[in-house]
């Protein structure tokens, strides 16, 4: 069976994966899994990654700097702000100065 790796080219999964993946879910034996009861130490989206996309973006050279001052991983500062940014609470709808007005069709 062939899957889409990342990078968009078809890779081949393993032949035990292939047979585990034409199993029913009723049919694979879990007898020697032990349940697990206490989840009280799970952490949510410890394993996630969200899917990154390329994106070309200018800045300040001032703020450029102050991101890179802290070292290696710039970038990923970059998101962090931005995502924090996007969880924050928004006021009300109301247009800032500096949006624009829509332009009619």
């Not at 991101?67 to 931005?82: F, H």
């Amino acid at each position: 069976m062939k899957e889409k790796s990342t990078n968009g080219r078809a890779k081949t999964l393993d032949p035990e994966l292939e047979a585990l993946l034409r199993l029913r879910d009723e049919d694979i034996d879990t007898s020697d899994i032990p349940e697990i009861t206490d989840w009280s130490k799970a952490v949510v989206g410890k394993f996630y990654r969200p899917i990154k996309s390329s994106v070309t973006i200018r800045l300040d050279a001032d703020v450029l700097a102050w991101l890179k001052r802290s070292g290696p991983g710039y970038q990923t500062r970059i998101n962090a702000l931005l995502r924090q940014a996007m969880h924050r609470p928004r006021p009300a709808s109301r247009r800032s100065a500096h949006s624009r007005p829509k332009k009619s069709r």
